[in-house]
């Protein structure tokens, strides 16, 4: 199967830990990509590869994988972190899918 | 740096074809290690996978669109486009184009343009 799923929604306490995970079979041959997403804009990637971020994404944000299974890790969670995240991945074909979305809330 | 930017109507009837155009600058489409592709989310849901391309023409579309899908690229305008034909409303949303890397991760995206379908 080439679905990905993620959990609807997760909080986390200011300046807290908060590990967003990612399912799916796909994930045991190809690393996930991690995208934030804000209101009204395009997504972001924050993570992509074994652990890698691009230029100027902080580095509270880590990524991690094991088995079926890809986290995004935001180690210290600020307020302008809350937004939608999403991991991706390819299936089979070499072609990208999406996991279903993670609306994170900093509280 | 890199940048792509979506252009087309924000309005398509029903039934019609919706055909919208990324222009990519800041660097080449013609480039080797990449492919081009478009991603779509409808109001308030998650994002879609909706086909592919290399420079040379090689096109790849998720399976749920590909009888409704055509992707298409000029190099000599560094420019990539989509139709999709017999709309509707359910293809309402944000479209995006995207560059892709060979591991399928897209990066940059364009700002993203809102089709509405509806008479």
């Known amino acids: 199967s080439s679905e990905l799923t993620q959990d609807p929604a997760v909080s986390v306490a200011l300046g807290q830990t908060v590990r967003i995970t990612c399912q799916g079979d796909s994930l045991r041959s190809y690393y996930a990509s991690w995208y934030q997403q804000k209101p009204g804009q395009a997504p972001v990637l924050v993570i992509y590869?074994?652990?890698n971020r691009p230029s100027g994404i902080p580095d509270r944000f880590s990524g991690s994988s094991s088995g079926n299974t890809a986290s995004l890790t935001i180690t210290g969670a600020q307020a302008e972190d809350e937004a939608d995240y999403y991991c991706?991945?390819?299936?089979?074909?070499?072609?990208?899918?999406f996991g279903g979305g993670t609306k994170l809330t900093v509280l | 740096q890199l940048q792509l930017q979506e252009s087309g109507p924000g309005l398509v009837k029903p039934s019609e074809t919706l055909s919208l155009t990324c222009t990519v600058s800041?660097?080449?489409?013609?480039?080797?290690?990449?492919?081009w592709g478009w991603i779509r989310q409808p109001p308030g849901k998650g994002l879609e996978w909706i086909g592919s391309i290399y420079y040379s023409g090689s096109t790849y579309y998720n399976p749920s669109l590909k009888s409704r899908v055509t992707i298409s690229v000029d190099t000599s305008k560094n420019q990539f486009s989509l139709k999709l034909s017999s709309v509707t409303a359910a293809d309402t949303a944000v479209y995006y184009c995207?560059?892709?890397?060979?591991?399928?991760?897209?990066?940059?995206w364009g700002q993203g343009t809102l089709v509405t379908v509806s008479s």
């Open positions: 995207a560059r892709l890397s060979i591991n399928a991760t897209p990066d940059p």
């Open positions: 991706n991945s390819r299936d089979s074909s070499g072609n990208p899918v």
């Open positions: 590869g074994k652990n």
């Open positions: 800041g660097g080449s489409i013609s480039s080797s290690s990449y492919y």
